[in-house]
């Protein structure tokens, strides 16, 4: 369940997103161009710290660590760690280099330097510093960021739904302005998110920082594990296994139903009747003990339907025979003509509901928690 391309599939999302900021931004994109601009011209020797007159990627990586560098700063500096990101050449720049890029409109507005500033400051000034703002973690303010990482948000959501209390339970706020946070039976030490970092990472409608710091706690883990150096947002925004993220967050085997688009399989090359059943039974046991499950699309033809993208089970009605789901980068959908395969399903923050042979049909995976400690106990076979 590897969803590390899934970036290419958000060219359409991320630009539908660049122009919602642009039209609600504090100013219009000519003014946000003078403004970073501007940024740039001031800000440049600073930010050039070995002094030779180029803006290296370890140079921003520095200032992304940097908690004295805020607001607008932040996220000119994020812009431009977004910028090498997007897949353009990784190699230092120098001021007049950025000047050109700033003038410049990109076609690909997720690699506009003008329209991730003011993403990345709409994303600074509508967040809030304290962990949980509202005291208890909720799904629906909960907006996949700029990272691709899909993987690391849909587990997290598929637990939030099953119990909002385990969530509760990861987070250890301490005095020096870190945080620990609990991933299965180990506990990840991270310092709280930087200006810089929250504009790259999810938003949460200013209801805390807690998605950021799981993000930032989830890549220093798997940091661990891969034993690779660097920033821990650059890991994450990588790609990797929904399957991996859901066992390490709980500490339990997770055991996987491979559905057709895993299978590629044609009508009559399996007893469909018989799997959709098995199918029900995973989803009902799963369910009914709270425990959490995700799924994952391959490549996907239907409208509001990422491909190579995951998604959080929310609850399963066994008299509709349907299946409902949590998509990371929430918003809204409303399908061209009846809802299906073909025009996709009415979608509001995120969340949808589709029949379960339909979702079985255009679905790769699905992943569920097990109750069997990943310490202890040997992987589970595949389904069915």
Not at 171 to 195: K, S
Not at 277 to 282: I, K, N, S
Not at 369 to 378: D, L, M, V
Request: net charge positive; glycine share 8%.
């Amino acid at each position: 369940m590897d969803c590390g391309s899934c970036r290419p599939a958000l060219l359409l999302i991320l630009s539908v997103a660049a122009t919602v900021v642009v039209a609600q931004g504090a100013g219009s994109i000519s003014d946000d161009r003078r403004d970073l601009q501007q940024l740039v011209e001031d800000r440049f020797r600073r930010w050039d710290r070995n002094r030779d007159r180029r803006l290296s990627p370890e140079e921003v990586n520095l200032l992304v660590a940097d908690r004295d560098i805020r607001d607008e700063e932040a996220a000119a500096v994020a812009a431009i760690k977004r910028y090498w990101r997007s897949g353009a050449e990784v190699r230092a720049l120098s001021q007049d280099q950025l000047l050109y890029l700033i003038a410049q409109r990109n076609t690909a507005r997720n690699a506009d330097l003008v329209v991730m500033f003011a993403e990345g400051l709409q994303q600074i000034r509508g967040s809030s510093s304290r962990l949980f703002a509202s005291r208890r973690p909720r799904l629906e303010t909960v907006q996949q960021g700029k990272l691709g990482n899909c993987f690391v948000l849909a587990p997290l959501g598929a637990v939030l739904q099953a119990s909002p209390d385990r969530v509760i339970r990861m987070f250890i706020e301490q005095a020096n302005g870190r945080y620990g946070v609990r991933l299965g039976g180990r506990v990840m030490q991270v310092d709280a998110p930087t200006d810089a970092e929250r504009a790259q990472t999810a938003g949460n409608e200013g209801d805390g920082v807690w998605v950021n710091v799981f993000e930032k706690a989830i890549g220093s883990a798997l940091q661990v594990r891969r034993s690779v150096s660097g920033s821990s947002l650059d890991t994450i925004a990588g790609g990797g296994s929904a399957t991996e993220i859901l066992e390490l967050i709980t500490g339990n085997r997770v055991q996987v139903f491979l559905l057709d688009g895993a299978l590629q399989v044609r009508a009559g090359d399996r007893d469909s009747d018989r799997v959709d059943q098995q199918l029900r039974e995973f989803l009902r046991d799963t369910l009914a003990d709270a425990r959490a499950a995700v799924c994952t699309t391959r490549t996907v033809a239907t409208p509001g339907l990422p491909g190579n993208h995951a998604y959080a089970v929310i609850s399963f009605d066994y008299r509709r025979d349907e299946i409902t789901l949590w998509n990371p980068h929430g918003g809204s959908f409303t399908p061209r003509g009846s809802s299906g395969p073909k025009s996709g399903y009415s979608m509001r923050k995120g969340i949808f509901s589709l029949p379960l042979v339909e979702f079985r049909q255009l679905f790769e995976e699905l992943a569920a928690e097990s109750n069997r400690s990943a310490r202890t106990s040997r992987p589970l076979p595949d389904l069915p």
